[in-house]
């Protein structure tokens, strides 16, 4: 069938989809799971015997890993994963004309992961952090079929404003959603008889004063308060789904070829792949080279900021979730400014803009000492985190030839390019921490990643090419 562009119904439901699954980036992978994580990952860590000198240890195959840098090493995992199997669900998806079955499955599959991470504590971190790998799957395998809606639901003059409306969509959500968790962690005397459990806690153990039973009884309900917002997660981004998968309409086609979805899906990749190669489709290639690096470096600060506030700066969680907060809250504001802008000087010229202040962040989280300190740097990195995200996006949407069909399969590369680079940093970060057990110098391969962004973007000579209507 044929979808009629810039149909209102149609892309309302498609920018509710950033709503239902953001709240997953937001409240599991950036606020909650890390600090939670790392919590629970001590106490494993103790009762393994593995701290030492302040420092906890998990065992994993016979190798001894900071807990922290275990994180990191899910997070390339589950990224990795989706950078290889979902190219090829692409191609079959624009074959078969089934983008939307597939990201029906993906999300399906994070949002009963994250349900499923309620039985997540110190007794089976293992377990855990294998649901967060599998969460992260769904996650990032939904997006590559949601992002390729994109050009076939609104023509090229809309793309900067759609997608700044998604990311301003979801940014919204997923903060509604996580002050909902929030008062549940920071206030869990109103939902649970922390009294009558501190006195459990006395009579197993009356050597335990009744302040020391208290605290305990507090933090053993701040836990489940955790976990019971990882089942909201999964409930809300299964449940607000629905509307996107009700109004969004697919194009629904015979494979002409015939033969295996599999083998016509590699054909079609392979197809894009070659488009992409031609001398002139150079733009795409050195966008694609200049967006890896923003991406290692971008992604890797949205799911480790919230360990580094936790490990370096021994912030509490809600202190690390309120900092969250207010990256997103700015992140609203970001998106769109950066949205106008691109409509004045183009969208190359304001990823450099962007850039530049990226590398004065990563800069500056070096010398990060105090709360303070890293409440204004959260400020500074919500004012550029949702810009140049919504304006990659939209960028690639409009280097794609006219009249292409396959966007699903263009959009795989795009997804690829990103997720490799996030296995890439998050791994660079994790193994850096692992071998100096500082997680400042990890900082310093951030700086790296952006300065290299920031030469490739740039040589993109052609601005006129890549503009906003």
Not at 2 to 7: H, S, T
Not at 44 to 64: A, D, E, R, W
Not at 231 to 237: D, E, F, I
Not at 392 to 415: H, N, Q, V, W
Request: proline residues 2%; aromatic residues 16%; positive net charge.
């Amino acid at each position: 069938m044929d979808i009629k562009l810039n149909d209102p119904k149609i892309t309302r439901a498609w920018t509710m989809y950033d709503w239902a699954n953001s709240v997953f980036s937001l409240t599991i992978a950036t606020a909650i799971f890390p600090p939670y994580f790392e919590s629970v990952s001590k106490a494993t860590s103790i009762s393994q015997g593995n701290m030492l000198h302040g420092i906890y240890y998990l065992n994993l195959f016979g190798f001894k890993i900071v807990n922290t840098a275990l994180y990191t090493y899910a997070l390339s995992l589950g990224f990795l994963l989706v950078a290889i199997i979902n190219p090829i669900l692409s191609g079959i998806a624009d074959v078969r004309g089934s983008k939307k079955s597939f990201m029906k499955f993906f999300c399906y599959l994070g949002s009963a992961a994250c349900v499923l991470m309620y039985f997540f504590d110190a007794d089976s971190v293992y377990l855990g952090l294998s649901l967060f790998v599998i969460s992260l799957l769904g996650f990032a395998g939904s997006i590559v079929f949601y992002n390729a809606f994109l050009p076939e639901i609104a023509t090229e003059d809309q793309y900067d404003k759609l997608s700044a409306s998604g990311f301003s969509m979801g940014y919204i959500g997923s903060i509604i959603l996580l002050l909902a968790d929030l008062f549940l962690i920071m206030f869990p005397e109103l939902f649970f008889d922390i009294q009558h459990k501190a006195n459990t806690l006395t009579d197993l153990n009356p050597g335990l004063s009744a302040e020391e039973a208290l605290a305990q009884a507090k933090s053993y309900y701040t836990g489940i308060a955790s976990r019971l917002s990882f089942v909201s997660v999964g409930l809300w981004w299964a449940g607000f789904a629905q509307i996107t998968f009700k109004h969004l309409p697919e194009k629904k086609t015979v494979n002409p070829y015939g033969g295996n979805a599999f083998e016509r899906g590699l054909n079609e990749l392979k197809k894009v792949w070659r488009e992409i190669n031609k001398s002139e489709n150079h733009l795409i290639k050195r966008f694609l080279l200049g967006f890896f690096f923003t991406s290692m470096g971008v992604q890797t600060v949205m799911y480790v900021a919230s360990l580094f506030g936790s490990q370096e700066l021994h912030m509490p969680t809600s202190k690390l979730i309120i900092t969250v907060l207010i990256i997103q809250l700015i992140a609203i504001l970001g998106a769109w400014g950066f949205s106008k802008v691109s409509g004045v000087i183009g969208n190359i010229y304001t990823l450099l803009i962007m850039l530049v202040v990226w590398i004065g962040i990563a800069t500056a989280a070096y010398f990060v000492k105090t709360a303070v300190e890293f409440y204004i740097l959260a400020a500074v990195v919500g004012i550029v985190m949702g810009g140049i995200q919504s304006m990659c996006r939209s960028t690639f949407a409009k280097l794609i030839p006219a009249g292409t069909k396959d966007t699903a399969s263009y959009f795989s590369f795009f997804e690829v390019c990103e997720k490799i680079s996030i296995v890439i940093g998050t791994f660079v970060y994790g193994f850096l921490l692992n071998i100096t057990e500082n997680m400042r110098t990890s900082v310093l391969a951030l700086i790296v990643f952006f300065v290299l962004a920031l030469f490739f973007i740039a040589r993109i000579k052609n601005f006129k090419e890549v503009h906003s209507s």
